[in-house]
């Protein structure tokens, strides 16, 4: 069993950043594709971005693409997502997730076994 704890979240500007932080317990890290997803008011929880096992591998949603970065350090157990440029439109919560196959990548909610419990960004403008 895999247990997420989210951190990192807050309330910015427009235009600001934020490093989300996402640390792992209770299983092998390392062999874990990790994932962020973010869910807004009354929307369905959404793709951000993943990072295979071996960190070689990154994919993202293209409204973020070239603004957020997935990185992880299998020597923390943590993986990270760091958010630059915000903009009010990613105001929402922030989920980290754990996948164990190795399809990659993985973008839909059922395709991951372990979520945390999430962290609220929120953007002014």
């Known amino acids: 069993q895999v247990q997420l704890v989210e951190s990192g979240g807050g309330l910015v500007q427009a235009g600001g950043s934020l490093r989300l932080s996402c640390a792992a317990s209770?299983?092998?890290?390392?062999?874990?594709?990790m994932g962020w997803f973010r869910q807004a008011p009354g929307k369905e929880r959404e793709f951000v971005a993943a990072?295979?096992?071996?960190?070689?591998?990154?994919d993202y949603t293209d409204s973020v693409k070239g603004r957020f970065t997935i990185a992880r350090d299998d020597a923390k157990n943590t993986v990270y997502l760091q958010m630059n440029s915000l903009k009010p439109e990613d105001t929402a919560v922030y989920y980290c997730?754990?996948?164990?196959?190795?399809?990659?990548?993985?973008?839909?909610?059922?395709?991951?076994?372990?979520w945390g419990r999430g962290t609220q960004v929120t953007v002014s403008s």
């Open positions: 997730a754990a996948d164990n196959r190795l399809h990659f990548p993985p973008v839909l909610v059922e395709e991951y076994d372990y």
């Open positions: 209770g299983g092998t890290f390392s062999s874990y594709t």
């Open positions: 990072i295979s096992w071996s960190g070689r591998s990154t």
